[in-house]
């Protein structure tokens, strides 16, 4: 592409952005906020493009996922607020977590990746809850239930030392579970 080109699509774009900016002025739609999702949403789809063109360039998983999380994130939040607000924090977190499993998936004789895919995932999930003492016991669970499956992973069957943290953090989702009161009234409360 020759300078001349460059300094055209360059243009074209920022007239663009404008045109965009006046708009959302003049209708009152959040098309500010849809266009800088966008553009995270572009700069993500580069770094997968990378990815998809060379698949030992794994690490560009991660911040080509987490900014489309943010992009889908922002436009979530410009298009319908109130479930931006709730739902926000969880779409982010998951798409973190989704670049680490896609680390994972290409390279599965790392382990590591399993780690914080879970503990995202599992922060994405604690996230969407409504507050109380349930996200506690979701987080330990969760966590308790990352450890557990890297325990059954080839290298948790050579090296043990994952299900220790899976105890300890499952055995504390289930107290907190039990403390916390959210089981009372339920099957699960009657037979604890």
């Known amino acids: 592409m020759s300078d001349q080109t460059k300094r055209i699509l360059l243009g074209v774009l920022l007239i663009a952005a404008g045109g965009f900016f006046l708009l959302q002025q003049i209708v009152e739609i959040p098309f500010g906020g849809l266009f800088i999702g966008f553009m995270f949403g572009l700069a993500g789809g580069v770094f997968l493009y990378f990815l998809i063109q060379d698949r030992t360039k794994w690490w560009a998983a991660i911040p080509g996922f987490t ?21 926000g924090g969880s779409v982010f977190l998951a798409f973190i977590g989704l670049g680490f499993l896609v680390v994972y998936l290409l390279q599965k004789t790392q382990w590591w990746p399993i ?43 050579k090296d043990k030392w994952p299900w220790i943290p899976a105890g300890i953090c499952l055995a504390l989702g289930v107290l907190i579970l039990v ?4 089981l009372v009234g339920t099957l699960a409360g009657w037979i604890w």
């Open 67 to 87: 900014l489309l999380g943010l992009g889908a994130l922002i436009a979530l939040s410009s298009l319908f607020p109130e479930m931006g607000r709730r739902f």
């Open 115 to 157: 780690i914080p895919a879970g503990v995202l995932f599992t922060l994405a999930v604690v996230a969407g809850l409504r507050g109380g003492e349930l996200g506690g016991a979701v987080f330990f669970l969760g966590v308790g239930a990352t450890f557990a499956l890297l325990g059954l992973h080839p290298m948790g069957k």
């Open 179 to 182: 403390l916390s009161g959210a």
